[in-house]
């Protein structure tokens, strides 16, 4: 049963519309539990109605009309009581509604198991045959099974589905919901960016030149022949007979009138030469994989592979010049800092990661850019988008395709009233972060791309209280040298001199890959990462240090601080080396002193040992990014649980109250880098527990300085005493808001546009 229950699963999965996939289930089911009837009923919000989607036994002319009221019938009843209703005579039921010109009349006994995505039910599905019968257990196990696996690829097909209708010529709407990535709002053009030799990624584009698409093509195709014949031939001497077949089949497969054939007529109906072959390939790979035969289904990974082989080529042969809009929205299956670069500054308006969540680290580079994002949008069709005007709202992360006027017209408005406030705040920017009551708060900035340091500085900031340097690490091709990095942090530290600047050592592994180091785990957040690669690696941690203290020489305003430290051991070696370089240094000759040391908390481990790190280093700082992530166990970057991470939880907010607490007993000063410093509500609880510094990026700091300076100390505190007497995270979420509207700061919450 296991046998079948996947494969139906992988059917429907790969099945490329809506249609296909409710009538493929249909279809299966019916036949797997050898039903009479199997139909499936898809829940229409807007009408509150349950339509027949698609049957197996019942009129097929009813598909689309038939239907029944929320709480109308069995099928109503299924989808109220979320449970499964299995009945020896439905006609019986006192619910019992009779659909008329379905021909359900014939039916007696009845299955019905509700379609649950993300807690709602979607739809219904129901299974019948003519006999009066229960359905047994294994048979009622074997559908609710299916359906919770189904539920996901329906709920995607449905979403996905709303673009069919415009690819037909109609110019709906489209809504995709993601989770808010950076705040603001972009109206622009799609350009999807896809990463190299992923041909699942590839996206569809118009052909701008037809001849030239195909030519492209088949120079690509031309060498991955080449290649296989100059394998075949190489291993000639050392194959058995059936497997240098093998090379003849492939060859076959990319003949004109096999593979060939078809990208070419695929590229002659307007599409780019990349999206053709993609289009194809999928298409053959989703044939071979539902084969029976083990042999043939074999044959799927061929496909892939030359596929890949032929998509490679085409990659090579030189980047095909994209063209960016004036108002660009990029989008991508996982966006990376090295994407970002591809984009001229000055049309990047929006970003779109199909994968991802709101703390994942591309979220922040587009927060410190303060570029409209939104993250993880599993149901966009990214691959066929490409050219299409969209709306990317970052506060509510939703996405609109081919909006129509109403919206863009009230988005822009929101547009305006955001330039207005930005324009409003900029004027804070030589004023101090001072409350009512005179108590002054030092506000830094997190770096990490170039042009942040700009920004920052345009933006008042006090200092750097998170340089990432990982970031040039990782829009790279192989480590930089020490020179090379040297330079990279003179800039930082000349360009905010005498301003404190905070060098954090390479955090690299969970989100954040170096494209020439891999790191594959099952389990990268909790892996190999941060200081453990480092001290694990001291050829790569030295040669940082000494740049950085080689780049301090003649300045004095470097601060060095340790990520994902969970041992004082940790700390204790990271200190030997930074003597060991110093050291070195001072033997060539260089006058360099010893920079302040610190220690970032972001790992609950290191909650629990501030004193004892705080006796060993100069700071402490809270990385709350982190330490949200595994104070609450849930990942930062899974889209699925991102509304269980939150900041504002009872258990962090002890967490943030006891480290202040405990390093201000050694007299160490405490500062916060995560993003909760770049919330006013979070901001103003975090200078109430008694927080030396806040970090925050750069765009948000004008906003928090202008809420530190609405506010006196004296209400924090109070602020802070109501929220650590509660106990829900959602309620605290609620009261913050509250308490920020009776402040006068209602034009810090997100503006909502009308659905
Ligand atoms: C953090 O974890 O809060 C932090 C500042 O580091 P990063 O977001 O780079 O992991
Ligand atoms: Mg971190």
Known sequence: MLDVLRKIVQEVSTAPDLESVLDLIVRRIQRAMRTDMCSVYLYDSPRERYVLAATQGLNKAAVGHAGLASSEGLIGMVGKRAEPINLENASNHPKFVLLENTGEEQFHAFLGVPVIHH??????????????????????????????????????????????????????ESRFDGIAGSPGVAIGTVVVIAPPADLDAVPDKVARDIDQEIERFEAALASVRRDIKVVGRTL?????????????????????????GEVVEQIKAGNWAQGALRQVVSEHVRQFSLMD???????????????????????????????????????????????????????????VSVHGSGNSHSAILARSMGIPTVMGALDLPATRIDGREVIVDGHSGRIYVSPGEDLRSGYQDIIRGEQEMAAELGTLKDLPAETTDGYRMPLWVNTG??????????????????????VPFMIRDFFPSEHEQYLTYRRQLEAFYPRPVTMRTLDIGGDKAL????????????????????????????????????????????????PMVTSVHEVDEANRQIDRALQELLDEGHEIERPEVGVMVE?????YQVRRFARRVGFI???????????????????????????????????????????????????????????????????????????????????????????????????????????????????????????????????????
């Open 236 to 260: 000639a001497q050392r194959l058995r007979s059936e497997e240098q077949a093998l090379f003849d089949v492939y060859l076959r497969m990319l003949d004109d009138n096999a593979l060939a």
């Open 293 to 351: 035969d083990p042999y043939l289904r074999e044959r799927a990974s061929d496909i892939r592979d030359l596929g890949r082989r032929v998509l490679a080529h085409m990659q090579e042969s030189g980047p095909v010049d994209v063209e960016f809009p004036e108002q660009t929205i990029l989008v991508a299956e996982e966006v990376t800092p090295a994407m970002l670069g591809e984009v001229p500054c000055e049309r990047l308006v929006g970003l």
């Open 449 to 470: 791309l170039v042009a942040d340091v700009a920004r920052s500085l345009e933006r008042g900031a006090e200092g750097i209280g998170l340089y990432r340097t990982e």
């Open 515 to 562: 494209p020439y180091f891999p790191i594959e785990e099952e389990n990268p957040f909790l892996g190999w990462r941060g200081i453990r690669v480092t001290l694990d690696h001291p050829e790569i941690f030295l040669v940082q240090v000494r740049a950085m203290l080689r780049a301090n020489e003649g300045f004095g305003n470097l601060r060095i601080m340790l």
């Open 603 to 607: 790992v609950p481990a290191a909650i």
């Open 621 to 755: 700082s809270v990385g709350s990014n982190d330490l949200t992530q595994y104070l609450l166990a849930v990942d930062r970057n899974n889209p699925r649980v991102a509304n269980l991470y939150v900041s504002y939880h009872p258990a962090m907010l002890r967490a943030l109250a006891f480290i202040a607490k405990e390093a201000h007993k050694e007299n160490v000063p405490v500062s916060i880098c995560g993003e909760m410093a770049a919330d006013p509500a979070g901001a103003l609880l975090l200078m109430a527990m008694g927080y030396d510094v806040l970090s925050m990026n750069a765009t948000n700091l004008p906003k928090i300085k202008s809420a530190i300076r609405m506010v006196s100390l004296e209400q924090a505190n109070r602020l802070l005493a109501t929220v650590m007497a509660m106990d829900d995270a959602d309620a605290i979420q609620n009261l913050l808001q509250q308490r920020l509207n009776e402040l006068g700061m209602s034009q810090f919450n997100r503006p909502v546009m009308p659905d």
């Open 119 to 172: 807690r709602e039910v979607v739809g219904v599905l129901v299974v019948q045959q003519q006999e009066k019968r229960r359905f047994d257990e294994s048979e009622e196990a074997f559908l609710v099974t299916l359906s919770a696996q189904l539920a996901g690829v329906i709920a995607h097909a449905e979403a996905t589905g709303l673009l069919k209708g415009q690819d037909e010529g109609g110019d709906l």
